[in-house]
């Protein structure tokens, strides 16, 4: 078995992180699609519309109100296909962009 060196080890974990991040980002898209294809239920249509009035009536004193209200929102979209379809397809992203700066890194040290 062939001892690697060091850059050969990153430049394979570069290689693992791009695949990860691609076969990520490939299976949020794939889980997106078909979260399109059903309905979005009507009670959070409503909602939706009711905080942006909320929000655009209220004054800055209710800015905290909102806050809280867009964290408890976005813990509940992870809970739902078309969430964890938007977390797949960032997170995929995010592994994308690391492995490309950790290979222009590699370029530039002089693998």
Request: aromatic share 6%; net charge neutral; hydrophobic share 60%.
């Amino acid at each position: 078995m062939p001892v690697l060196a060091p850059l050969q080890i990153l430049l394979w974990l570069t290689l693992v992180l791009f695949l990860l991040g691609l076969l990520t980002f490939l299976l949020g898209l794939v889980v997106l699609y078909r979260a399109a294809n059903q309905p979005l239920p009507d009670a959070a249509a409503r909602h939706a519309v009711h905080a942006l009035r909320k929000g655009v009536l209220d004054g800055v004193s209710e800015s905290l109100v909102q806050a809280n209200s867009l964290l408890i929102t976005l813990h509940g979209l992870t809970q739902t296909s078309r969430g964890i379809g938007l977390v797949l397809l960032f997170t995929g992203l995010a592994l994308i962009a690391a492995s490309g700066a950790l290979f222009i890194w590699l370029l530039e040290t002089g693998v």
